[in-house]
């Protein structure tokens, strides 16, 4: 099976039916904070598998306008309080530096 991509919106002048051509537009508020918690999450997983090891797996996330979920799984249980101000630490050296990979 494909992957299938839905999109909700609202009409607010006229109507439309099966088959129109319709014009479209993003929120550009919307679309930056969403963005800006997307990476947010790439760089936990980074962080999280700098400081822990490769045993780090992402088992699910949810990416919002206003904050970011990330679930993941690691052998070791629970984070200590050094592991998660190491991991904090990480995080925000990759910001410091601008990392890009």
């Known amino acids: 099976m494909g992957e299938a991509i839905a999109h909700q919106g609202a009409v607010f002048e006229g109507e439309i039916a099966v088959g129109d051509t319709v014009r479209t537009s993003v929120f550009e508020h919307w679309r930056r904070e969403i963005r800006r918690h997307h990476t947010s999450a790439h760089l936990l997983q980074r962080a999280l598998k700098d400081v822990l090891g490769h045993e780090v797996n ?18 070791g249980g629970a984070l200590t309080p050094d592991q998660k101000r190491a991991v904090t630490h990480r995080v925000n050296e990759m910001i410091r530096d601008d990392a890009t990979w």
């Open 58 to 75: 992402q088992a699910g996330s949810w990416v919002g306008i206003d904050r970011m979920r990330f679930d993941f799984r690691w052998p």
